[in-house]
């Protein structure tokens, strides 16, 4: 401003508008450098705004790629996997089906197996033991005397089970030691859920023998309590005899084995066959004929004795033998015979019985005609004979034989018009005494005098079968009444089956582990082959 004092007022305008355009073109120029510098950050941060741009996609590109190999893989995973899956469904398939496979054959090679074995038993003449555990039922827990509450409970536990069908399991146990497990072996074993159905079906391959020739035993072996009148005869006979044949499946051997007879002489030419019945019971050593009857018809148990006929055979003279013509009227004689069974309560089982019954079923055929050529074996010329000769003969046979009550009224007494050729056959079905010992029963006086003498006969039965099976040259059979009744079926040439009764519980386990000793050395016993019967030839003159 102090170079404008004193120049005129267009000089001043002219630099003040020279003044105007050099700040005009000062700021302009500004403008353009802000421009130029902001055009230039700009550039910049494009280009690394692009550059940025251009890393993330390449990252996402880079982790996309990554990802869909990851996917890829995963899928190719589950495929594989998927695969492998397959792959085990069908191995497993393949297992299961060669598992089925196996298990059929084990099934064939076992049946198999057990048939040589037993042919096996045929041949040696062995006794067949089967073994039958019952189940724990309520009286096992009834409380014992001077026995603790902890000790009780264990008592009432399970000692003795069936581990296969072949095997039974005991674990002995005593307090203050580890328990032990022992098993034993038998042709068979049933568990405590197998029924009457089962056991029988297991018999009844025996009644076939039967009418084949071969003479058959089976007897019930056990302490009280264990189930043998149930396995011979039912549920509840002794108690009020309604073994009722509404309660088929309950039925025991007995009367199912009747039965199984009466069928299979159905299939034969009629009266061919005739079947007597006599019910024997041995008690303190003594027999009784439980079918015997006093002049008024009236059932009364006679005193008999055993005898060795000439020809080594024991036998019973005088003793009843009723023909039966079916089931039921076996059954009632049975019933009838049973309701004489002298049974006394002791502290093991309130309906225990103290005696052995003996029920006999004695089965005669006959076969007429010249052709004695015949084998047993030939059926269809037997049948030939049988029917032949079946029209008239055998009903006079049991005209004559209804009254009759002694084995020596056979057919031999008969009048007979042409040659016949007959056999008898024997089913023995033996429901014998408890087997415990004395002092577990807690019994005194009369009933210690019938322990003492069930266990006598027990031992003398063992004894028979140690003498046997040591081959010795004296078997001791009339050491007591029981063993020279069964004489020919323990010693003789009848299959023999044992049919072992045990209670499973822990406190009757010294009197399991009894029953089992003497089902095992019943095993071992061999009495030579077992024999067919073979007709024998009779006539009028004979
Ligand atoms: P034992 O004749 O050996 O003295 P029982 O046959 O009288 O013994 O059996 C004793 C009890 O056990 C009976 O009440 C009987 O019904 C029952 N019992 C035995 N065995 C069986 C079983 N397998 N299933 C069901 N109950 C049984
Ligand atoms: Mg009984």
């Known amino acids: 401003y102090q170079g404008l004092a004193g120049r005129s007022t267009n000089e001043v305008l002219q630099l003040y508008a020279a003044h105007g355009q050099q700040m005009k073109f000062q700021r302009s120029s500004i403008v353009t450098q802000l421009h130029g510098a902001i055009k230039k950050r700009l550039k910049q941060d494009l280009k690394s705004l692009r550059s940025f741009a251009l890393e993330l996609s390449k990252d996402f590109q880079r982790q996309s790629k990554t990802c869909l190999y990851q996917v890829l893989a995963a899928v190719q995973g589950i495929q594989l996997q998927n695969e ?24 064939k090679e076992k049946q198999k197996r057990k048939a040589l074995h037993n042919s096996l038993i045929e041949l040696r003449g062995n006794i067949r033991v089967h073994c039958r555990i019952r189940p724990l039922l309520p009286f096992d827990d009834a409380a014992g005397h001077s026995v603790s509450q902890d000790r ?36 068979r074993v049933y568990n405590d859920l197998e029924s009457q159905d089962a ?6 391959p025996l009644l076939t023998s039967l009418l084949d020739g071969y003479n058959v035993c089976i007897m019930a072996y056990g302490q009280t309590g264990s189930g043998k009148t149930y396995t011979m005869l039912g549920p509840q006979l002794e108690g009020n005899l309604a073994f009722a044949i509404e309660e ?20 034969k030419p009629p009266g061919s066959y005739w079947v007597e019945v006599s019910v024997v019971e041995v008690y303190n050593n003594e027999i009784f004929d439980l079918l015997a009857k006093d002049s008024y018809g009236k059932v009364l148990g006679v005193k008999r004795d055993v005898i060795t006929t000439r020809e080594g055979k024991s ?201 089992l000793g003497f089902g095992t050395r019943a095993r071992q016993v061999q009495r030579g082959q077992v024999k067919k019967k073979t007709f024998s030839v009779l006539s009028k003159g004979k």
């Not at 191995?91 to 084990?106: G, H, I, M």
């Not at 056991?199 to 009844?204: E, G």
């Not at 005088?318 to 002791?346: D, I, W, Y």
């Not at 004894?463 to 059979?477: F, K, M, N, T």
């Open 84 to 107: 492998a899956m397959q792959m085990f469904q069908i191995k497993a398939f393949d297992l299961e089906q060669s598992l089925q496979e196996v298990t059929e054959r084990y099934e």
């Open 152 to 187: 009780q409970r264990n008592l009432s536990e399970k000692a003795a089970y069936a581990a296969d069908d072949e095997t039974v399991l005991v674990k002995c146990s005593r307090p203050g030691h580890a328990s032990v497990n022992k098993t034993f072996q038998f042709e």
């Open 199 to 204: 056991v029988f079906a297991d018999v009844a």
């Open 248 to 267: 088929e499946s309950e039925l025991g051997i007995i009367p199912r084995a009747t039965q199984e007879v009466f069928r299979l002489i159905s299939e």
């Open 315 to 515: 036998d019973v003279p005088l003793l009843t033998h009723e023909t039966v013509e079916n089931a039921s009227e076996f059954l009632l004689l049975v019933k009838k015979g049973l309701q004489l069974r002298v049974t006394h309560p002791t502290l093991v089982h309130a309906h225990s019985s103290r005696s052995h019954l003996v029920v006999t079923l004695t089965i005669t055929t006959v076969v007429f005609g010249d052709n004695f050529g015949t084998l047993w074996e030939d059926e269809q010329t037997s049948q030939k004979l049988n029917k032949e000769a079946s029209c008239t003969f055998p009903q006079k046979i049991r005209d004559s034989k209804s009254t009759s009550s002694s084995r020596a009224s056979s057919p031999v007494q008969l009048e007979a018009t042409e040659k016949m050729k007959q056999v008898k056959t024997r089913l023995q079905l033996v429901d014998l005494a408890g087997s415990e010992c004395v002092g577990m029963s807690g019994v005194t006086g009369a009933a210690l005098r019938e322990t003492s003498f069930i266990n006598r006969s027990l031992s003398a039965l063992a004894d028979v079968l140690g003498a046997i099976a040591e081959q010795r040259a004296h078997v001791p059979y009339r050491n007591s009444k029981l063993t020279h009744l069964l004489q020919d079926s323990v010693g003789g040439d009848a299959k023999l089956l044992v049919m072992l009764c045990i209670s499973p519980g822990q406190k009757y386990l010294t009197e399991s582990m009894q029953s």
